[in-house]
């Protein structure tokens, strides 16, 4: 073999061999909201018309009336022949606030949530302590998020997942 058919076979093997390499695809270039998000349960929906949060973090506090607005669930409506696929959001009769925070790390958050009800009275008083979550969306290679949710039912607030 001469030396242009030599070099030919050393770059069809070095392009195979890199063909061969996972594909790995780029890290999403998104920032994490520092917040702590509530759902109110679609049992007690009904009943909530505000909620104010307030949550301690490392000795810093914030607190604020939510917004809320209408939860809702992903449909899974499956993939095409070329893998491409869908989905859709259905209403799920919850209620979804955030409450913007300057940092949001791994250490414990208090929580406490007043209201008022939709017959103008006021929601009791509920408290909560727990850890953020941390949860990798992208693959570990692409770093953690920290996840600070609670549920408010009538039972009071739970951390979700829990």
């Given at each position: ?20 390499e996972p ?40 607190e604020g ?47 406490t949530a ?49």
């Amino acid at each position: 073999m001469g030396r242009p058919g030599l070099l030919i076979a050393l770059l069809t093997t070095a392009g195979l061999a890199t063909a061969c390499e996972p594909y790995a695809p780029p890290c999403p270039a998104i920032a994490q909201a520092t917040v702590v998000s509530v759902t109110v349960a679609a049992s007690y929906a009904p009943d909530v018309r505000s909620v104010h949060l307030k949550a301690c973090q490392d000795g810093d506090c914030k607190e604020g009336e939510l917004e809320l607005r209408p939860g809702s669930v992903s449909i899974d409506q499956g993939c095409d022949a070329y893998g491409a696929c869908s989905a859709t959001s259905s209403p799920d009769g919850t209620k979804v606030g955030l409450l913007m925070l300057d940092v949001l790390t791994e250490s414990a958050i208090d929580v406490t949530a007043t209201g008022t009800a939709t017959n103008g009275s006021a929601l009791p008083v509920r408290t909560l302590t727990f850890l953020p979550r941390a949860n990798y969306p992208f693959g570990e290679k692409c770093g953690r998020f920290l996840d600070a949710s609670v549920v408010l039912d009538r039972d009071g607030l739970r951390a979700l997942g829990s």
